[in-house]
């Protein structure tokens, strides 16, 4: 007697798991790069410095504006209010801010900025220059 031969099956891709695979890295991708994403901040007309150097992103960009106020995110705060905002970042030590200020902003609303985050713990303060 002869075996019986069973029809071969023939190997199948299962798609529907590669979807899902391919969705989950998709949305994996888009939160890494929006959290890439720096502030671009306004455009100020920046003090020039022959020695500026390229320093990696900062958290926070905080816009001092000609009238004196602070913008820290597209919102406007005052020294209050944006110390009580670097100080609630978590693990402060490690915040880094950079510093900029309109070429006719008077120096003393800069140290005001630089006291309000000196107060919040942010010791890594960078300050924006544009190169000559």
Same mark, same amino acid.
């Given at each position: 007697?002869?075996?019986? =031969? =069973?029809? =071969?099956?023939?190997? =199948?891709? *299962?798609?529907?798991? !590669?979807? $899902? ?14 959290? !890439? ?7 100020? @007309? %920046? ?11 900062? /958290?926070?960009? %905080?816009?001092? %504006?000609?009238?004196?106020?602070? *913008? ?13 905002? %670097?100080?609630?970042?978590? $693990?402060?030590? /490690? #915040? @880094?801010? #950079?510093?900029?200020? $309109? ?8 140290? /005001?900025?630089? $006291?309000?985050? @000196?107060?919040?713990?942010? #010791? ?9």
């Amino acid at each position: 007697m002869l075996p019986v =031969r =069973r029809p =071969r099956k023939k190997g =199948r891709v *299962e798609i529907i798991p !590669m979807i $899902d695979v391919m969705l989950f890295l998709l949305v994996f991708f888009i939160m890494i790069t929006l959290q !890439m994403i720096t502030d671009k901040g306004l455009k100020l @007309q %920046l003090p020039a410095s022959s020695q500026a150097k390229v320093l990696p992103h900062p /958290h926070f960009v %905080l816009n001092i %504006l000609k009238d004196g106020t602070v *913008e820290v995110k597209g919102k406007k705060m005052d020294l209050q209010g944006l110390t009580s905002f %670097l100080s609630t970042d978590g $693990d402060v030590s /490690h #915040t @880094q801010v #950079t510093i900029a200020a $309109d070429k006719l902003v008077p120096f003393k609303d800069f140290v /005001h900025v630089m $006291d309000a985050c @000196q107060k919040a713990g942010v #010791t890594a303060i960078g300050i924006a220059t544009k190169t000559t």
